[in-house]
């Protein structure tokens, strides 16, 4: 199991920048596969983005030119840098861990281990 803390969310302008911060304890971190979920009120949670343990990014659409997705298994730490924020980013936003290396599961969640997540509002 991984334990999973996020932070760095808050209130920012649309337009404005904010960069969440997920640090990981536990097992190997490098052994996992890390990423990034959203859910807003009313929403499904849905996949932001991740990195695969072998370092590879995907991003979807929700996050493709605007966000960045990076970790760091030294520190064992995962970021998300988010630029250009709209309205529509307001979300509580969760890192998780996981050994599947299924695309489907990552899009349905089905992943091992989650943070308690971290909330973002992007003003008009």
């Known amino acids: 199991q991984v334990q999973l803390v996020e932070s760095g969310g808050g209130l920012v302008q649309a337009g404005g920048s904010l960069t969440l911060a997920c640090a990981a304890s536990g097992r190997i971190f ?6 990034w979920f959203r859910q807003a009120p009313g929403k499904e949670r849905e996949l932001v983005g991740l990195v695969w343990n072998d370092g590879g990014i995907y991003y979807t659409k929700h996050a493709k030119g ?8 030294a520190e064992h730490t995962l970021l998300l ?7 529509e980013d307001t979300a509580v936003y969760y890192c998780a861990a996981g050994r599947t290396k299924l695309f489907s599961d990552w899009y349905s969640g089905a ?3 989650w943070g308690q997540g971290t909330q973002v509002t992007v003003s008009s």
């Open 81 to 87: 840098q988010m630029n250009s924020l709209r309205t």
């Open 111 to 113: 992943v091992d281990d």
């Open 30 to 35: 490098s052994d996992y596969t890390v990423g």
């Open 66 to 73: 605007r966000f960045t997705i990076s970790r760091d298994n």
